[in-house]
């Protein structure tokens, strides 16, 4: 059957069950490579459509008014599935909406062979951005007339299907075989067409012989880039005059070029550093173009004097921009060649041996087989093997954790060099490089370690260094809850139920071990539940996902000694359980996976030992979470370092002759002694240089502050709440929408949410954080392609988000974002600066705010021709002496500082 009904519905909902119903279909039908055959009918819902899906759609109440009924076109619509696969973007939705009219009408299902194309989308291509219908036909460069209609939808989705197809005939006979064996547990019936693929794809002998195959894998060779090492002469001054020039080869490399005088000064500022071998902060302001200028100045002194320059970036997406955007430009300008490379943590390769032997574990989970197949056909086109290329099911990146090449160090034996061929060339490329991208959490491990990263041979670029504190802070914490310790006993006793062991005495042993071990922690949980819940007086916080917060100070009382005594009791379980496992030996993955399990127990017991530790204690705060409204085991637990600045000092600044800081927000008042006492740096001498934006904010941005909000008092935050509201709908009509909307906690935007929800009423769409399905990347995606949207955001949401031009014209911040005093580490932190005879308020509280508040203005202009306004709901930045210092360490831009009434009259005239 080589014949395919490509099907796409417009609809009033997306719940069939809950009385949503087709306004549109559309069938294309897909044979021998050409469409040959189309059906395009709107369909009276008799039902309202709401302003919300006319919108996102254009089909309005009045077009459908005089369409037939779906029974009027039953069996016109059932005519075209005779003999057919059947095929759309989301089977399940789509099918399901179909087959619901179909009975309504008197007709049979639809019950012919599908193919989801999102399902074979994620197979195929799984290296695609997004699997989203408009996202993904973007990528694959197909034309996409008229998105949210039925027949351009089943168009674009009957050619993602052509192609999806054609991409069959480049895979290896080998990875045609692997997917035919987990084609049966995925949704899409692909059996016979991967059969028929497979007869093909054996005469294919030059396509199979041009990849690697180890482990019954067939993977890419993986390819190094050639470099002609060209050299030059040229002085670093010689060489900014030709980058800096008035016909600067950036030009005719970068699309949308924008000279930026600062880039110059910043390079020139990080080269002296380094020179001078010296310690160095740099603030560049917003649109300052300091990544290209850091680059510049790390290529030419790790090339010309032969020292590596290490550049750590604060998140794995930030490394891959850097290396695959930013370096692949600039690259093309320099006149010399520099050997650069990314270095990620193990836990992000694939290790070909642990996937070999997990490809024939007996798992029906979907998104284990779905992985699986990803993976498959993903090592036909990787050329580093790092998870972070593809986009996973969520319980697939479990299944890719315990066969990355972190689990292959106690697996898998070192002469299989083969298995672990990613990790070991991105090291061997780390090593070679003149200039290295790795990340925070790599640079922190470094310091643990004391590995080569650290010693005086190699200068560091440390970008986005306000988040080096944190990152050192987390890598010194503890976490541990009842739920992950919970699936991790019970997966191990699925794991024991399914083997097969001779000594059946001792697979009964085994799962005594584990019945034990899931009582044990089921016991010390609810203990810990029941006497939080009992000294509600120690309760000091409720954080933004509702649990209370406990701070423990381990008094000597019954309580705690009974505590460490269940603590240590399942401490020894564990160990007894961890003992027996290893003395089984199994085969194949079922070895690994016993590895792997020992190694989580490991974790759970090291973790309860040292977070019960006396000594840990002396230096961390600790304190527990519990959910009064769920489960009584519903508990967290805890531990923070109070202070990572002296480790900072001793484990990098001490070791290193020139380490380069820089970031949008560092100084606080225009000076950066806050920061320099975060990192363990205070009164020590290091060069401090800010570069200005190239942006005239005082012709772009208007800072309005309405004096007549109702005060936001800590028990009664609604008055506040609803003025907030009502000021954002009607800032939302006076400019068209286009507004980011900014909270300091969760529980101010669910609330805001759902009164904004029922204001706008369907006339925009509000994008929410915690709220919508989706990423942070994906919510951004969503806000910039829909017009008349408002995203509502937290915490990410004041740092690194990029969205230029007319996509965000206004910012709200609804509070200054002070954090919380009553967070048990920030509490802490406060009484040990009052110990030292300091104010924590100034000392602390209000720097961290200052700097969160220049991230959140930053987010509104990201391009020369960029324009808009920063809505301050909380007036103290006004009223109070302290609302100077947040003035301070922004642009000078005109502040209107009036009723709420005059400044929307500002907005809608300035915009």
């Known amino acids: 059957m080589n014949k395919f009904a490509v099907v796409d519905l417009e609809t009033t909902g997306n719940l069939v069950n809950k009385g949503d119903r087709i306004i549109e279909i559309a069938i294309v039908i897909y044979q021998d490579g050409q469409i040959v055959q189309q059906y395009n009918q709107l369909i009276n819902p008799e039902q309202h459509i709401s302003r919300f899906i006319s919108y996102l759609t254009g089909i309005t109440n009045e077009m459908v008014a005089d369409q037939p009924t779906f029974a009027e076109v039953a069996h016109e619509v059932y005519a075209y599935f005779d003999q057919v696969y059947f095929v759309a973007h989301n089977v399940p939705f789509d099918l399901g909406f179909l087959n619901y009219e179909l009975k309504q009408a008197g007709l049979s299902p639809i019950t012919q062979p599908v193919i989801d194309t999102v399902e074979l989308s994620r197979i195929l291509l799984p290296q695609a951005p997004s699997f989203k219908l408009a996202q993904l036909s973007e990528w694959l460069d197909l034309k996409h007339d008229d998105p949210h209609r039925a027949l351009s939808d089943a168009y674009v989705t009957a050619k993602i299907l052509d192609h999806l197809l054609n991409k069959l005939n480049k895979l290896p006979l080998t990875t045609i075989r692997q997917l035919i064996f987990l084609e049966p547990n995925l949704k899409s019936d692909l059996n016979t067409i991967l059969v028929n693929q497979c007869d093909k794809t054996e005469m294919k002998y030059e396509l199979n012989k041009s990849f690697n195959y180890a482990y019954n894998l067939a993977y890419k060779p993986i390819e190094q880039e050639q470099l002609t090492h060209i050299e030059t002469r040229d002085s670093f001054g010689e060489l900014l005059d030709l980058l800096f020039s008035e016909e600067t080869p950036f030009k005719n490399i970068f699309s949308k070029f924008e000279d930026r005088p600062g880039q110059r000064e910043m390079a020139e500022y990080i080269y002296h550093a380094f020179q001078s071998d010296q310690h160095a902060i740099i603030e560049a302001g917003t649109g300052a173009g300091k990544t290209l200028a850091y680059l510049i100045a790390a290529c030419y002194h790790a090339v010309h004097h032969h020292e590596k320059v290490i550049i750590s970036t604060y998140l794995n997406q930030l490394q891959k921009q850097l290396y695959n955007q930013e370096w692949n430009q600039l690259k093309h300008a320099l006149p010399f060649d520099c050997q650069v490379a990314v270095l990620k943590g193990q836990q992000h390769y694939l290790n070909l041996a642990l996937f070999s032997q997990a490809l024939y574990d007996p798992s029906h989970n979907y998104d284990e087989v779905l992985t699986k197949a990803i993976l498959m056909v993903w090592l036909t086109e990787t050329n580093t093997g790092d998870i972070d290329e593809v986009q996973l099911p969520s319980g697939g990146y479990r299944l890719f954790k315990r066969i990355s090449a972190y689990n292959a160090l106690s697996s898998i034996s070192k002469q299989e060099d083969q298995a672990d061929i990613y990790y070991q060339t991105a090291k061997q490329q780390a090593e070679q490089a003149e200039l290295l991208i790795i990340n925070h959490s790599l640079l922190t491990d470094s310091m643990f370690r004391e590995d080569d990263f650290i010693n005086k041979n190699v200068k560091i670029i440390i970008d986005e260094a306000h988040h080096l504190e944190h990152v050192v802070a987390d890598r010194f914490g503890l976490q541990l809850d009842y739920l992950s310790s919970h699936k991790k006993l019970k997966a191990i006793r699925q794991f024991l139920d399914q083997l097969q062991l001779e000594n059946h005495d001792y697979k009964s042993k085994l799962n005594q071990l584990v019945t034990l071990s899931i009582e044990e922690n089921e016991l010390f949980y609810q203990y810990l539940y029941h006497l939080v819940n009992k000294d509600r007086k120690k309760v000091t916080n409720k954080n933004d996902q509702g649990r209370y917060q406990y701070m423990i100070d381990y008094e000597d009382h019954s309580d705690w000694i009974v505590v460490i005594e269940m603590a240590e009791r399942l401490q020894f379980t564990i160990h007894d359980l961890i003992q027996s496992l290893n003395q089984v030996t199994l085969e194949n993955y079922q070895q690994t996976k016993k590895v792997h ?91 401090e240089r800010k570069v200005s934006s190239p942006y005239l904010y005082q012709d772009k941005v208007k800072l309005l502050i309405p004096n007549d909000f109702p005060i936001a008092e800590y028990n009664d935050l609604d008055p506040f709440i609803e003025a907030t509201c009502e000021a954002i709908f009607t800032l939302a009509n006076a400019i068209n929408g286009r507004m980011l909307i900014l909270f300091n906690s969760y529980e101010l935007l669910r609330k805001a949410y759902y009164l904004l929800r029922d204001l706008f009423d369907d006339d925009y769409i509000l994008i929410a954080q915690g709220i919508s399905s989706g990423s942070h990347e994906r919510l951004k995606k969503n806000f910039q392609s829909l017009n008349r949207s408002i995203l509502l955001g937290t915490n990410a949401f004041w740092e690194g988000l990029d969205i230029p031009g007319s996509d965000l014209s206004c910012i709200v911040m609804v509070r200054l974002p002070f954090d919380s005093p009553n967070h048990p580490v920030i509490k802490q932190k406060h009484e040990l600066l009052l110990q030292e005879g300091q104010n924590p308020f100034l000392s602390l509280s209000l720097p961290n705010a200052v700097l969160r508040f220049k991230q959140g203005f930053g987010r509104l202009i990201r391009s020369q021709s960029d324009r808009g306004i920063i809505f301050v709901c909380d007036d103290r930045l006004m009223t109070k002496d302290y609302g100077q210092a947040f003035i301070n360490s922004i642009p000078n831009v005109p502040i209107f500082h009036r009723r709420t009434n005059e400044l929307l009259e500002i907005a809608s005239n300035w915009l």
């Open 597 to 687: 399990f020992i190694q989580e127990l490991t974790n759970i017991k090291i973790t309860l030992r040292d977070y019960f530790n006396r000594d840990a204690i002396n230096k961390s705060v600790n304190w527990i979470e519990i959910e009064r409204a769920g489960s009584q085991n519903a508990v967290y637990l805890y531990q923070h370092p109070i202070d990572t600045a002296q480790f900072l000092r001793q484990s990098l600044f001490d070791k290193m002759n020139s380490i380069v800081l820089t970031g949008a927000s560092l100084s606080v008042s225009g000076h950066f002694e806050f920061f320099k006492r975060q990192i363990g740096m205070e009164n020590k001498e290091m060069i």
